[in-house]
């Protein structure tokens, strides 16, 4: 009897020394994993930080840009409106030449007086645009 109560005793030694070794290795790495993820958090921020400092010094030239950008804008759009109004102007002028060089109004005018064909001159007399200066749109 003494010997199958042998088979029911139990020596807890042995494996509660796995087990304390298998714990102090799983401690082990986890105080490994945590330095890693405090080293990797500490160089995120300074990568952040060093970022940002570009980042705001970027900032101040982008301001600077966007704003020449807006001016230019400005001058696309006057040059814009000058070049309608002359080709308007041109277009005008084309319909008073095309009227006036045709055939028929040709032999018109040889037939009357020199009197009036200067007044008819003198109607459509061109008055021409002022042509704005580039430097004076840059400095507003």
């Not at 995120?44 to 570009?54: F, T």
């Not at 008819?120 to 061109?126: A, G, K, M």
Request: hydrophobic share 35%; glycine share 2%; charged share 30%.
């Amino acid at each position: 009897m003494n010997d199958y109560a042998k088979y029911f005793q139990l020596r807890p030694t042995a494996q509660i020394e796995e087990l304390d070794e298998l714990l102090e290795n799983l401690l082990t790495h986890m105080e490994e994993f945590y330095g890693l993820i405090e080293q990797i958090r500490n160089n995120g921020n300074q990568c952040v930080d060093r970022l940002s400092m570009v980042l705001f010094s970027k900032i101040d030239e982008c301001r600077k840009l966007f704003a020449f950008i807006d001016k230019l804008e400005k001058i696309v759009n006057h040059v814009s409106i000058q070049v309608s109004l002359m080709e308007r102007e041109l277009s005008r002028a084309e319909k008073m030449m095309g009227a006036k060089t045709s055939t028929v109004k040709k032999l018109f005018s040889i037939l009357t007086s020199g009197n009036q064909s200067s007044e008819s001159q003198s109607r459509f007399r061109y008055i021409p645009q002022d042509i704005f200066k580039t430097e004076e749109l840059l400095k507003t």
